[in-house]
């Protein structure tokens, strides 16, 4: 016998409906290119996106068609996350920061018909333009009337608002439809498109709102610094007017210090992007004297949170930091450390020690480690193996069939690449990505824990371990630090820091000083980078 419940479409338009009929007033704001502030609301938004959901069925954009975005964290892009779903198309959004040769080919292989760009980001554009033919119209957002431009077909984003109309049905009519699609950012080979349903998109977002997740609320203001072309800001674009929380969109303007103003003039509660970011920021507000402890939950995922940062938030800036594991193949949550109430009452230093790791799975999210010929390892917190995951909002098949079908398991299960250990209440660690260990005399050495210790030094800046050859040993650990600017870091210095830290064989073989690691598209240690030049003999 079947529930006789209603069979109630878990749409994206659902969620806007929700906005603009219960936190209509809530408010949208927008650093502007010019440094001005925009503030819009749910409800002034609605009728401009079903006006521009419209007009994409007036150009000719048909169900599952892609139409791509080209842009920063804005209104308009807000407005587009809603009106390219609501049109029964998918919002496929670039990734900006990637080569142009590797735009071409996602846009290619995605075919997306229309591409929405900021004005800003025209000329990037325009460097790989030509070897996107299949692209119908191109839509300027935030570019003057009549800007100079080698884009064929232009639109204007205004236009399409004002020549169109809000009566309009929305045609996601199942919540099986494509929605929203991304691409990875291509650390370890090749990018692979993630095309999400509605049905994913709405579920994650319910989760990420959860109170042990992100816990957003109707008194939240939220800094989405992770970019929207980053796994959909990881997910807070529909979370948060499902909550009926503000949003505080920093547009282009990513560096520290106008970061720090719009978290202290907007009383931001909640941030989330990458260590990165978050690594800079500490150095802003400590140089001048910023005041950020308006932020209640510092979210950080993307690459491990370094547990010398975690400190130095949660101590000198009363910041309380949310360490989060995700993937653009997972929507993007994991996995989000939240302490358990009996770790309440541990010393700071043990709860740092804790936050070091990825956290616990959220609901909805099964995991499971594995070892090298699959079988399945124990919850033991010693035990690593490869992570698989399944749940229902994560991928079951990358876009196009014949896309790495080796990433998936017979019995249904995602492989995420990463090697980590989960202990007996679920607390999974990081310790690296397949294609990063350091195996040496048949040990594995974690990168992402001796990158942390080293990070740990006050003079260290970033640190990035890599694997080098070696005839004994078969690999051997190799460290590229960024000293502090004005310190007298030495190889010695770190050696002896890290002694009393990691194991003997663990020490690094060789550190190497740089003045800056390689950074990927989304802000991570690139080190297939690393160990190119180091191959090439660019690092000695
Ligand atoms: P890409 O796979 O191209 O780097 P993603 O942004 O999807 O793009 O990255 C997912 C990967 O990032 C994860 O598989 C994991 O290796 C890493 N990652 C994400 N969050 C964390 C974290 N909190 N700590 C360590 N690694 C992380």
Redesign the pocket.
Known sequence: MFGLMQDYPLTIDRILEHARHVHSRQRVMTLLPDGSLHTTTYGEMYPRIKRLAKALVKLGVEPGDRVATFAWNTYQHFELYYAIPGAGAVCHTLNLRLFPDQLAYIVNHADDKIVFIDGTLIPLYERFADQTPNVQHYVLMNAPKGVETKLPNVLYYEDLIAGSDDDFEWRSTDERMAAGMCY?????GDPKGALYSHRSTVLHAMAANQMSVLGIGERDVILPVVPMF??MAWGIPYAAPMAGAALAMPGPHLKPEPLANLIESQRVTIAAGVPTIWNALYQEVKAHARDISCVRSLV??????PRSLTAAYESELGVNVL???????MS?IGTVNILRAEQESLDQEARWDIKAS?GIPVFGVEVRIVDEEGRELPWDGQSMGELQVRGPWIIKQYFKRDVAPESFTADGWFR???VVTLDPDGLMT?KD?TKDLVKSGGEWIST?ELESAIMGHPDVLEAAVIAVPDARWSERPLAAVVARPGSNLTEQAIMEYLSTRVAKFWLPDRVLFVTEIPK?S?G?FDKKTLRRRYAEGELS
């Not at 950080?300 to 949170?305: E, K, L, T």
């Open positions: 990875t950012s291509g650390t370890t980053h796994v950080v995922g993307g690459s491990a949170m360490h989060a594991w995700g993937m653009t193949e993007p990825q995420t690449g990463d990081i990505r992402v990927t989304v991570k």
